[in-house]
Structure formats: structure tokens, C-alpha cells
Nanobody, 123 residues
Framework: VQLQASGGGLVQAGDSLRLSCVASGRAFSSSGMGWFRQAPGKEREFVATMSWSGGSTYYADSVKGRFTVSRDNAKKMVYLQRNSLKPGDTAVYYC?????????????????WGQGTLVTVSS
């Protein structure tokens, strides 16, 4: 599976922005997917995850209620809708495909990673 994230940019606090991740490879539709982020000078952290069907999702406490993860298996796309953005959301966002079909908040569960897209939220 190859992944490419897009949709990053410079936004203001309170704005909304949707990130997209396009996948190639036959295994995509049977893989759990996740979003992670890495802020400047910090370690990569989990953001959101969903199972292969999209029926099960899980979010980091810091984004719960503001971010929504979704997928379109027919289009091989994964999305991360982000509302009420805060300066603390500034980071490079990565999409990842899991080794299995379920969701996971652990980076170790993911076999494939996209190149990342930078989101900067100004106050």
C-alpha cells in the first residue's frame, strides 16, 4: 500500500480543514487506517483511527469532538475532517495503513505511512 496525504496549509484558529489521503494497492480496503501527527520538536502522536469498514473509530482525547475520520474504500481515500482548529494542532499529519483490519492507536500497528502534510494554525 502506498499513501499520499494532502490538504495541509496555513489556517487561523477556529477554522476547519479536511485532510485527504489517497491509497494505492489492493490491500487498502481490508486495512485499518490511522492518522498521526508530529509537532515541531515533539514526538509523533496518535490522532485518529478507524477499522477497515469505517464502522469503528477511535480518537485521541485532544481531538475528540473536533476531528472526524472517514473513508471511501471505493475511491481508496481516507479523510480527516478537523474543526475548531487550535494552534496546538500545528503539526505534520501522516496517514497510515495498519497491518490488520482493525483500528489501533499504536504506531507499531501500522505498516505503511504517507509522506505527511503540514498544517499550521495561527492564533
Amino acid at each position: 500500500v502506498q499513501l499520499q496525504a494532502s490538504g495541509g496549509g496555513l489556517v487561523q484558529a477556529g477554522d476547519s480543514l479536511r485532510l485527504s489521503c489517497v491509497a494505492s494497492g489492493r490491500a487498502f480496503s481490508s486495512s485499518g487506517m490511522g492518522w498521526f501527527r508530529q509537532a515541531p520538536g515533539k514526538e509523533r502522536e496518535f490522532v485518529a483511527t478507524m477499522s477497515w469498514s469505517g464502522g469503528s473509530t477511535y480518537y485521541a482525547d485532544s481531538v475528540k469532538g473536533r476531528f472526524t475520520v472517514s473513508r471511501d474504500n471505493a475511491k481508496k481515500m481516507v479523510y480527516l475532517q478537523r474543526n475548531s482548529l487550535k494552534p496546538g494542532d500545528t503539526a505534520v499529519y501522516y496517514c497510515a495503513a495498519a497491518k490488520g483490519s482493525g483500528r489501533s492507536s499504536s504506531a507499531a500497528a501500522y505498516a505503511y505511512w504517507g509522506q505527511g502534510t503540514l498544517v499550521t494554525v495561527s492564533s
